[in-house]
């Protein structure tokens, strides 16, 4: 059964720090572009970041870049977020999800997903 569970998720003060980890089970992250995403209250799901699946190409929406990472780790069939100076307008429900298309931050080209998890930026 294909799953992607994501995790990591909590409270956290504007500034801080958090790291995401989606964990793939049921198949091989290694051939699949792998996103994240993240959806707030009243608001559409917006691309995060995606890595892609073999050269491990990285990108990144404009509002999170040079705060945020996205990393993989092939022999752990994981999918990491770090997330660094976080921000109020961070908060949201994070999303993981799998394609096996070319690397792309347009959630109808992912074909997983996992069940979220919640950032919370508030002091």
């Known amino acids: 059964q294909v799953q992607l569970v994501e995790s990591g998720g909590g409270l956290v003060q504007p500034g801080g720090s958090l790291r995401l980890s989606c964990a793939a089970s049921?198949?091989?992250?290694?051939?699949?572009?792998i996103g994240w995403f993240r959806q707030a209250p009243g608001k559409e799901r917006e691309g995060v970041s995606c890595?892609?699946?073999?050269?491990?190409?990285?990108y990144y929406a404009d509002s999170v870049k040079g705060r945020f990472t996205i990393s993989r780790d092939n022999a752990k069939n994981t999918v990491y977020l770090q997330m660094n100076s976080l921000k109020p307008e961070d908060t949201a429900v994070y999303y993981c999800?799998?394609?096996?298309?070319?690397?792309?931050?347009?959630?109808?080209?992912?074909?997983?997903w996992g069940q979220g998890t919640q950032v919370t930026v508030s002091s």
């Open positions: 890595i892609s699946s073999s050269a491990g190409n990285t």
């Open positions: 049921g198949f091989t992250l290694d051939y699949y572009v």
């Open positions: 999800a799998a394609s096996r298309e070319i690397a792309t931050m347009y959630p109808w080209e992912y074909d997983y």
